[in-house]
């Protein structure tokens, strides 16, 4: 306890003393801090010496700025390539003279910047901007290596830009003049020019002009030529004609006035049919009326009545559908539209209540094609009840009945395609049993059927395949006679198939091949004899032997040939034969002189020749 009492003695009242750190560290401190300073320094001045300037800013760069930011702006131009930055390139690499340091290098700038320039000029100049190609080509400075080229381009370009703006104007005066002959000519002179824009595009527009132009005049022409016919007929297809007439030319701006009074004239034959009673012909002459604000009332409601009768009959020509419901329905719309004080409104009633009865009937049969569009039995009956609903003086019924037919038909077709289907299946084992069993069950599509042609193909070619089952072992045997060389018998046994057989065809080839082969066998002595005969000269012995082959056995034509050759042969020995035999006669008539001549010896004899040998006839 008394050692529990015993208090430490408190730190507050005694004196710190400071830590000293010894020498010895002081120094290695220092020079190890100088060297890393040093090192810092002279990093920092190793980058400060070698960094890149920065560039100069190019859109601010003129020909007064520092050679060598012009230089490096006039190389940075070259490479962007267009043609400002060439513009550019070409300005601030010019005037460096021969004694400058950047000469060297400004040179190789210029002059590929004034190509380029030129040449984008020129693709300036081919596609029909001459001003914007010149401004470009005047843009190569005085004194530079292709200011010369540059000005003589911008003086050809003018030369035969003039030239081209001249053929165009007397191109233009020919059209107008109608003077084709000289258009064309002008056109062939446009060709020889040599800018692209001249010889191909203003070419091009030129020749598609007059070509407008001379086919508006002859349209205008063929057109006036039917018109002072006088006739309603041709005015009417005067008038159809001049409505083809392209309305940009020159020709329908003289023709206006002649449409306007064939139209009137035409208007008036209308008239005149329709209060004739001829509503049919009245229709058919305004149809061809080409249409016209300026019209009478009574022309317009004409020409409306006309337009919906013309949507009517398109509607007529087709089978059901939704162009057809269209143009019914917009036929009754304009026929709607005829007031109840025109000539021509109680007509357009008429027609337009059977346009109307028309169209419930077409919009049945649509709605009865389109259930059929099914493909189902049901459908197929559903909709045959809809086109039945079309009655006898109905204007569909017609197209109601085809269309009945032909379900009808997909209704047959629907109920037989089973019998067709099991008689397939039973066919594919390929075996007589199976094969008449298919042909049983085809049988039962009865005659008038839909699918009775069809079941008719499949029950001939079974039948077919059931013959060649049966006839197949004949012809196999008669082959394995054949391969034994007894053909006569392969004959005999391929005979037995009948004409009326799937494999006669094919058996008659086959007893040809062999025939002919015998013959050849049988024949082939005779002409090599006659051959042997003909090689002794003896012609009349190897005709008569060669003769022996009767027509249409194989060699025969063999033999006629060799024939032919040998009696031209034998002719020819004959003839030579007949003309020594003359000659010998006549010599003997006429004993020649015992003188010494070519013919006679030397002692004057004559020189006796030596009979000639027989020869074989």
Known sequence: MARSSVQPQSTLGRPQTKVRLPLGWFWPLFWSGLMVGSGILGLWALAWLTRIPPLPDCDEVTAASADGDRLICAQSALRVGSAKSLIQAVQLAAHYTPTHPFYTETQPVLVESSERLLDKATQKMHEGDLATATEWAEQIPLDTPLR???????????????????????????????????????????????????????????????????TAWSQLEQARGLANTGNPDNLGQALVIAQRINLTSQAWHEAQEEVDRWSQNLLLYSFQRWE??????????????????????????????????????????????YLQLFQLMEAIRAAERIPEKSSFYETAQASMAAWQAELEDLQKLQFANNVASLRQGWAYDYATDLAWQVELERPRRLQAQTLIAHWQDEIERIQDRPFLMRARALAQKATIPALESAIAEARNVALGRALRIDAQTLIADWLDQIEIIQDQPILTQANQLAGEDKLREAIAVAEQIQGDRALHGQAQAMIKDWTRTIQIEEDSPILEKAKSLAYSGSLTAAIDRAAQIAPGRALYGDAQNAIELWEAERAYIWQLEAEEAAAEAAAEADPPETFNTPGNAPNGEPITQPPPPPIGN
């Open 148 to 214: 010369d080229t540059a000005q003589s381009k911008i003086w050809d370009w003018q030369q035969e830009w003039k030239q081209g703006q001249e053929l165009e104007n007397s191109i233009d005066q020919a059209i107008a003049a109608r003077d084709w002959g000289a258009a064309d000519n002008a056109l062939r002179r446009l060709k020889l020019l040599s800018s692209d824009y001249w010889v191909g595009t203003r070419h091009s527009e030129l020749q598609q002009a007059k070509q407008l132009e001379a």
């Open 276 to 321: 004739l009673g001829d509503v049919e012909g009245a229709i058919a002459a305004v149809q061809k009326v080409p249409p016209d604000p300026t019209l009478a009332p009574e022309a317009q409601d004409l020409i409306q009545f006309s337009h919906a009768t013309r949507l009517a009959q398109q509607a007529q020509q087709d089978s059901p559908g």
